[in-house]
């Protein structure tokens, strides 16, 4: 007896969009943490939390950028002014190979801020701790609504806030985690920067297959 088998080359595909997190539940607070300057003698303060901003829940990512620096400090750091969300890492690591674009919806202060993707490590320093990062720059819109879609061909390999300048391929099949940060200084053109108060709403952070 001969059974035909039939199915459809589309059941064999990946969906064409993927939720990586939705910032819909305080439950999301336990998967990030923050940091700043301040953890190097700087005076950047910043705090995530969920709040109903009159659209339902949603991830509110704010604080305030500082160039000061304490006296005394036992850190040199070169430049001040920065805070960050980072996920804490994912049980194992999540595979976007399939996946050729990463997007935010959000609202925010006009400010440009850095979305960045840690990998595994096999770039800078093998058999240490550190992970590799990549970074692409997000420009947020004052005070409306905005789905941000960046090309993963457009991240950039750095290191500890500088481009590699090499050529690289982003090793998407082990994604640790990822993290939003911003900076008093640098950023888009045209975009609002220096130090002072911050403020970003977040939604959802997606992966899409738009080829």
Known sequence: MFIALTWNVEDLMPPTERLIFNFNS????KKWHLYSDSEYGGSSSASLEIMDEGNGLQGVFSGNLSLDVAEGSKWNISRSGFCGMRSKKFDGFIDLDAYDTI???LKGDGRSYI????????????????????????????DNWYIARIPLARYLPTWRGNVIDASMEMNQSRILGMSLSVNAGGGIPGARSGPG?????LDWIKAFRTQ
């Open 26 to 29: 305080r439950e999301e607070l």
């Open 103 to 105: 997007a935010l919806k």
């Open 115 to 142: 979305t960045t993707i840690y990998t595994e490590n096999w770039v800078n320093s093998p058999g240490q701790m550190e992970d590799n990062s990549w970074q692409a720059f997000v420009f947020v819109p004052k």
């Open 197 to 201: 108060d911050f403020k970003v709403e």
